[in-house]
T-cell receptor
């Protein structure tokens, strides 16, 4: 069975600090997809990134960057120069190939609070 | 069409009553999903539709739960004889016809059973 662990339940930083959200996953499958979603106070989860298991290249998008390391089964997310609007719950998710997209396994989320 | 729409946003009901939630997905999306999310946890998959066909149901979906998508557009999730343990956020998401596509979520319907 697959599992996603987000060990950090809550993180609090001051604006402009960098922050890294950890995600560790477990699966015996060799082909899978990893996702990060953001859930602001309004409730809807917003897709941030998808990475497939064969692509270990790190990705940067503005202030966001993702570090995927298969050797440690981790897919960490870094926000550089955090802003108050980054305050949200962030979820990491794992989807096995061949499984319908809705059956992603989600972690329990990390609540990020960015203080002004 | 700006996204997935869910209503009502909040529902408070007494134990034993029936409740129904509605989800309007993004219009060109064939796939629609329902999830349950409790405090401090990620979404848990309940059921999945491709067009009007309900293709998969989780074991979490007890006999008291039923979901429909009659014309392949909006969907309803009904909970009969509600119990306090049903209190949760019920999320709807939609996606294009792809198993690797990103999910587009609604803002959820929060159910409180007294």
């Amino acid at each position: 069975a697959q599992k996603v662990t987000q060990a950090q339940t809550e993180i609090s930083v001051v604006e402009k600090e960098d922050v890294t959200l950890d995600c560790v996953y477990e699966t015996r499958d060799t082909t899978y997809y990893l996702f990060w979603y953001k859930q602001p106070p309004s409730g809807e989860l917003v897709f941030l990134i998808r990475r497939n298991s064969f692509d270990e290249q790190n990705e940067i998008s503005g202030r966001y960057s993702w570090n995927f390391q298969k050797s440690t089964s981790s897919f960490n997310f870094t926000i550089t120069a955090s802003q108050v609007v980054d305050s949200a719950v962030y979820f990491c998710a794992l989807l096995l190939e061949g499984t319908n997209a809705g059956k992603s396994t989600f972690g329990d989320g990390t609540t990020l609070t960015v203080k002004p | 069409d700006t996204g997935v729409s869910q209503n009502p946003r909040h529902k408070i009901t007494k134990r034993g009553q029936n409740v129904t939630f509605r989800c309007d997905p993004i219009s060109e999306h064939n796939r629609l999903y329902w999830y349950r999310q409790t405090l401090g946890q990620g979404p848990e998959f309940l059921t999945y539709f491709q067009n009007e066909a309900q293709l998969e149901k989780s074991r979490l979906l007890s006999d008291r739960f039923s979901a429909e998508r009659p014309k392949g557009s909006f969907s309803t999730l009904e909970i009969q004889r509600t119990e306090q343990g049903d209190s949760a956020m019920y999320l709807c998401a939609s996606s294009r016809d792809s198993n690797t596509g990103e999910l587009f979520f609604g803002e959820g319907s929060r159910l409180t059973v007294l």
